[in-house]
């Protein structure tokens, strides 16, 4: 994998503003007790997902920049999104029976600046992705599971919706 595809979709760590944390635990002399001591080094928070899933990501905006990123030669443009992220929830549907879809387009977040409950795991990043853009289709099993088999579908012909760039031309 290169940089630009190098994330971890099954978590992302935050790093806690400093403050001050309670000394339980420590060994102190009678008049120190119950004081606070500063915080040695950095808090990290790791969010997991509760489950592994499929993802279909897709940039929001046409970028030159993408190509030499992602190690591409070409991309397909989606003229019609609503009408290809339908084609596809449809064609998967029938192949992921009771698996759960959504769409969303990602957020990207500061990880020294945000807190757990501002985030979704499945729809979130650091922030040094965000020129992406990213828009995601996510599957998510029945039951969570940890290990998913990639999933490679036929979804007929887009030429309706999309388009073929290619830098050759």
């Not at 595809?5 to 760590?13: A, Q």
């Not at 806690?16 to 008049?31: F, N, T, Y």
């Not at 040094?128 to 996510?138: D, H, T």
């Amino acid at each position: 994998m290169n940089r630009a595809i190098n994330d971890d979709e099954l978590s992302l760590s935050l790093y806690l503003r400093r403050g001050q944390v309670s000394a339980d635990g420590i060994e102190e002399s009678p008049d120190q007790l119950n004081s606070v001591v500063a915080e040695v080094g950095p808090v990290v928070q790791t969010l997991q997902a509760p489950t592994n899933y499929l993802v279909f990501c897709m940039a929001g905006e046409y970028d030159r920049r993408l190509f030499g990123d992602f190690g591409a030669d070409c991309c397909i443009v989606v003229r019609e999104p609503l009408n290809f992220i339908n084609h596809m929830l449809e064609a998967i549907s029938t192949v992921l029976g009771g698996w759960q879809s959504f769409g969303a387009p990602v957020t990207y977040v500061d990880p020294m600046n945000t807190s757990a409950e501002q985030l979704d795991i499945f729809f979130s990043k650091h922030f040094k992705y965000a020129y992406q853009k990213e828009y995601r289709l996510i599957w998510l099993p029945p039951e969570p599971r940890m290990q998913i088999q990639p999933l490679n579908i036929a979804i007929g012909p887009l030429d309706q919706w999309c388009e073929l760039i290619s830098l050759e031309e």
